[in-house]
């Protein structure tokens, strides 16, 4: 039973514009989400995180939207560079528990 | 400030062998939580020690344990390889107060080979 989904595999985008990497998750116990980064070869790094008491952190390029009535998060990269090109994580995790994490979404930006 | 560290970098066993993966966790951070990450999937969570016991366990057999040392850093046991075991080991490291952990920070990872 997977609780934090990431339905798409694969995203591309063209420089410059804006990548969004969505989402779903079915515990609605969950307080507390990230999105982590990993380049081929190396661990995942921490890129934002938002609380359930929250709808929207920003970060930079980077802005996590959260609705928890539809159990759902994404990340916005604005604007997309060719360094942004991995495979991004959300995790989640709710009060006293470990993360649990999605299967992943390789984007590609495209020069 | 050094970050998460792992060692070694690539491993290579044979099926029935035993293995021990090293971390040191991230100065300032308290707990570490170790990850199997298969290919094509998301991180899987094995377990987490804080204060040098084990502090929550994922779905894994008893043949996975662990150590945490009063540094803070930890070893990974995995007894009786089998094929599957082969995967990317990854060490998180954070700070724990009270009853939850804060963002975790991960290091390089081990990759195990199964042969």
């Known amino acids: 039973d997977q609780q934090v989904k990431q339905n798409s595999p694969s995203l591309s985008v063209q420089e410059g514009r804006i990548s969004i990497l969505n989402c779903d998750y079915t515990?609605?116990?969950?307080?507390?989400f990230l999105w982590y980064k990993k380049y081929p070869a190396e661990g995942p790094t921490f890129l934002i995180s938002?609380?359930?008491?929250?709808d929207k952190n920003e970060d930079g390029r980077f802005t996590v939207f959260l609705n928890k009535s539809a159990k759902h998060l994404s990340l916005h990269i604005v604007p997309s560079q060719p360094g942004d090109s991995a495979v991004y994580f959300c995790?989640?995790?709710?009060?006293?528990?470990?993360?649990?994490f999605g299967p992943g979404t390789r984007l590609s930006v495209l020069p | 400030e050094t970050g998460v560290t792992q060692s070694p970098t690539h491993l290579i066993k044979t099926r029935g062998q035993q293995v021990t993966l090293r971390c040191s966790s991230q100065?300032?951070?308290?707990?570490v939580s170790w990850y199997q990450q298969a290919l094509g999937q998301g991180p899987q969570f094995i377990f987490q020690?804080?204060?040098?016991?084990?502090?929550g366990r994922g779905n894994f057999p008893p043949r996975f344990s662990g150590l945490q040392f009063p540094n803070y850093s930890s070893e990974l046991n995995v007894n009786a390889l089998e094929l599957d075991d082969s995967a990317l080991y990854l060490c998180?490291?954070?700070?724990?107060?009270?009853?939850?952990?804060?963002?975790?920070?991960f290091g390089p990872g081990t990759r195990l080979t199964v042969l």
């Open positions: 100065s300032g951070h308290n707990t």
């Open positions: 998180a490291s954070s700070f724990r107060s009270g009853v939850s952990t804060d963002t975790q920070y």
């Open positions: 020690y804080y204060r040098e016991e084990e502090n």
């Open positions: 515990n609605s116990m969950f307080d507390y």
């Open positions: 938002i609380s359930s008491i929250k």
């Open positions: 995790a989640a995790r709710w009060y006293g528990q470990n993360f649990v």
